[in-house]
C-alpha cells in the first residue's frame, strides 16, 4: 500500500486532480481513446459475424491497427487517471473487473488481428467466417462490452 500511496502523492497525481485542466484532459482523452479502440473493434467484430459485406476480410487488419492507437491513449490516460486514487481502485470490484477484461479483450484483439494477417484471404472466398473468426469477435464484443460497463460502475459502485 505505500507505493500505492506514493502514486497519489506524487506531483503528476497532484496536478491532475487540483489543476483545471488536468483531470477534464484525461478524462476526456480517455473517452475519446476508449471511442477508437471500441468502435474500430466492434466494427470488425460485426464484420466477422456477416455484416458489413462489402468490406473485405483482408482490409481488417488494417483497420485494426488503428485500434492500437486507441488503446495506447487509453493506457496512458488510464494509468493517470488509476495514480489519482490508486488505493481506492485497487479495492474497486468494478476497476478490478474492467482491468481483468481489458487484458482478455486485449490477448483476444492480437490473436484476431493474427488469424486475420493469416487467414482473411482464404475467407474471401468462403461463405461464411470460420468457426474461429466468429468465436473472437463474440468473446471480444463481450470482453470490451463488459469492460466499458464496469468502467462507468467504477463511480458508482
Known amino acids: ?31 475519446v481513446g476508449l471511442a477508437i479502440i471500441v468502435g474500430i473493434v466492434f466494427s470488425v467484430d ?17 483497420i485494426l491497427a488503428f485500434a492500437w492507437i486507441g488503446f495506447a491513449l487509453n493506457l496512458f490516460t488510464g494509468v493517470s487517471l488509476y495514480m489519482t486514487q490508486a488505493s481506492t481502485y485497487t479495492e474497486s470490484v468494478p476497476f478490478l473487473i474492467k482491468i481483468t477484461l481489458i487484458a482478455l479483450g486485449t490477448v483476444n484483439l492480437h490473436k484476431m488481428q493474427k488469424t486475420l494477417r493469416s487467414d482473411a484471404e482464404s475467407w474471401e472466398s468462403a461463405q461464411a467466417v470460420p468457426l474461429v473468426g466468429r468465436q473472437l469477435a ?14 462507468r460502475l467504477i463511480a458508482y459502485l
Open 1 to 31: 500500500m505505500a507505493f500505492l500511496t506514493w502514486l497519489e502523492s506524487t506531483g503528476y497525481s497532484e496536478w491532475i486532480l487540483v489543476s483545471s485542466v488536468g483531470w477534464p484532459l484525461m478524462l476526456c482523452a480517455h473517452a
Open 46 to 62: 460485426l464484420r466477422l459475424l456477416g455484416l458489413y459485406k462489402t468490406i473485405p476480410y483482408t482490409a481488417l487488419d488494417k
Open 138 to 151: 463474440i468473446s471480444s464484443l463481450v470482453f470490451w462490452t463488459i469492460a466499458v460497463v464496469t468502467g
